[in-house]
């Protein structure tokens, strides 16, 4: 009988190929591959009988031998998303955060010929997942209260979302050598033109809503010593901003005005509409904010956040 | 003699300018990248000649051709001029998957005939010199009717395709199988051999594992004076992808090969502009074969680490 949605061998050496991806790649090592339902269906083959197949050399069984591509393929695999998600790793701790990341391979087996699309869907493996059972001791292990401990899933899917967009970020469409809007660009415009012009945001830009200060949380792994335990900030709904500059990826903590600013013109929207949901959105009155707008919109051009302005006319 | 091109010695190539004779750099690495890998790529490529080696075109398998990877792939090349493009004879997954490993290709007439067409077939797309590598391998097929050696062989007869003969994986796979590697080295077609690479692995009593991660020992020089040898001598490159030294010392590595095939070397088609690292201390560092080691992972595993404020 064929497993649903199975693939059906083509040939000879796709039924050969499609068991040993079967075999190496279960997660429960050779043994439990070859003899799973889906390599029974490809080959069958009764336990001991995998040297019908593969070859003993004169030290090794052919399970053993086996054994070698299973044992890199999982390694290498976890070793890579370790070095996608480093902060993550070692908020969670070595072991843990291979637990996970082995349960997201046999999810989300790696479809891509690159490696650097590996750890895509890792943030939303853990979302839907929820890491709760398994790590709420690891705050608390360390003297953390229950309120911690309730927030550190949702720490943990925060922070995995922050590394992978620090990932993208940093290899993905950048402006290095291209010039940037400047202040006397934004300027120029004139106070009448302002409301309808459009500001288009560099391409490396990235805004992030979390329910967590993550951010933060970051700079603090960052600089704690290896091996310090980093407290589980409180559940504050937080936002950042994400670029990079000179091949470095830089981050800033935004208000919530300002993120709402910033994702409106991001939409394509005119400053003045984009300014007015800010505004709506975050309880402020556009008046109130006329005089912080200023120095935020200085702010962020000094930053390289912009790359050009169309008015109307 | 080239140096394979690794994130961590980024910067030192920038500043140093090394006198080395090329790189070689994995094309899976850059054909995507948008930020700092890729610019310091093309900065490299600049001023060195360079050759693309990767490790997804998964030749063997039997799943169709990635034509997605291909145009890139052939993107890079037009970008940075590679003097060929690489990969290695082997498959990497089936039914869409990838394991990112090196997978071992059941050695039979049919599966020669299915790596051929597929060779010309990515001869044809990419329009620029086209090279295999024999990989380590840990398992063999009961069904596999060919040496490797023959098997390689006609393969590269037949597509009429390079080969890169990796001297470490001869000899890796040689004490995994228990063959004689100076045969498979005595009996591959020496014109098609085009590059050579050199290697470090772990020795894990067992078996051998193709690790990239020490220097290249004794028996695997000696293969490499027979090749080059025979061959008359082709382009010569070092492998290093794990516990990476600092770069004098991986560059001094590669440049132990001059001592090994000596005054043979100026017959060497893509030969070395530049002088030797005086200085460098080497002495007492003389490799052997490492104690058994339970997690060694073959490579390859290629990834770079974000920079971040």
């Known amino acids: 009988m064929s497993t649903p949605g199975a693939p059906s061998p083509s040939s000879e050496l796709d039924r050969l190929q499609l068991w040993f991806q079967t075999v190496i790649t279960d997660a429960n090592g050779v043994d439990s591959g070859a003899s799973s339902e889906e390599a029974q269906r490809l080959l069958q083959l009764a336990p001991g009988e995998l040297e019908k197949v593969i070859t003993r050399s004169r030290a090794l069984s052919a399970a053993e031998r086996l054994a070698i591509y299973a044992n890199a393929y999982h390694t290498r695999l976890l070793e890579c998303l370790g070095e996608v998600y480093p902060f993550l790793k070692r908020a969670l701790g070595d072991e843990a955060f291979d637990g996970f990341a082995f349960g997201f391979l046999q999810d989300y087996p790696s479809r891509s010929y690159t490696l650097n699309e590996l750890g895509r869907d890792f943030p939303r493996y853990l979302q839907e997942t929820r890491p709760d059972d398994d790590v709420d001791s690891e705050p608390s292990d360390n003297g953390s209260s229950a309120e911690e401990a309730k927030d550190w899933p949702d720490l943990l899917i925060d922070l995995a979302r922050l590394e992978w967009a620090i990932y993208e970020v940093f290899d993905g469409p950048g402006v290095e050598g291209q010039s940037l809007l400047t202040t006397d660009d934004i300027l120029g415009v004139g106070p009448e033109r302002w409301a309808d012009a459009r500001l288009e945001l560099v391409p490396c830009l990235q805004l992030l809503a979390t329910r967590l200060p993550v951010n933060d949380y970051f700079t603090r792994l960052r600089q704690a010593p290896a091996g310090e335990f980093v407290p589980v900030p409180s559940a504050c709904e937080s936002f950042l901003a994400l670029t990079r500059r000179d091949f470095v990826v830089r981050r800033y903590n935004l208000s919530r005005t300002q993120f709402e600013l910033l994702s409106g013109i991001q939409q394509g929207q005119p400053v003045g509409s984009a300014i007015e949901h800010a505004a709506r959105v975050s309880g402020v009155g556009v008046e109130q904010l006329a005089q912080e707008l200023k120095l935020w919109f200085a702010r962020w051009t000094a930053e390289g956040f912009f790359r050009a302005i169309r008015s109307s006319d | ?309």
């Not at chain 2, 098609?192 to 772990?202: C, E, M, N």
């Open chain 2, 1 to 309: 003699m080239g140096v394979g091109l690794r994130t961590v010695h980024f910067d030192y190539i920038l500043e140093n300018h090394p006198p080395v004779d090329w790189f070689e750099v994995i094309s899976e690495n850059f054909m995507d990248s948008r930020g700092r890998p890729r610019y310091i790529l093309e900065k490299i490529a600049e001023r060195y000649p360079v050759v693309m080696h990767g490790v997804s075109l998964s030749i063997g398998s039997t799943d169709p051709l990635n034509f997605e990877y291909l145009r890139k792939l052939k993107a890079l090349a037009n970008d940075i001029h590679p003097l060929w493009i690489s990969d290695h004879v082997c498959w990497t997954g089936v039914a869409g998957r990838n394991s990112h490993d090196l997978l071992p290709i059941p050695l039979t007439e049919t599966s020669l005939k299915h790596v051929v067409e597929r060779i010309r077939v990515v001869q044809d797309f990419l329009e620029r010199p086209f090279v295999l590598e024999n990989p380590s391998t840990y398992v063999g097929f009961t069904g596999s009717t060919l040496s490797e050696w023959e098997f390689i062989g006609r393969m590269a007869e037949q597509a009429d395709c390079g080969l890169l003969l990796d001297v470490n994986n001869v000899y890796v796979s040689s004490q995994n199988h228990d063959f004689d590697p100076e045969e498979f080295i005595r009996s591959v077609p020496h014109e098609r051999v085009v590059q050579f690479h050199l290697a470090g692995h772990t020795n894990c009593q067992t078996h051998l594992i193709d690790t990239h991660d020490n220097h290249v020992i004794d028996p695997v020089w000696n293969l490499y004076r027979l090749a080059h040898q025979l061959t008359g001598g082709v382009s010569t490159l070092l492998e290093w992808d794990a516990k990476i030294p600092p770069f004098p010392v991986l560059h001094a590595e590669v440049l132990k090969a001059r001592q090994h095939v000596g005054a043979d070397l100026a017959d060497e088609k893509m030969s070395a502009p530049g002088a030797g690292l005086e200085g460098v201390a080497l002495a007492g560092d003389e490799p052997s074969e490492g104690p058994r080691e339970e997690t060694a992972v073959p490579h390859p595993l290629h990834h770079i680490a974000a920079r971040v404020e």
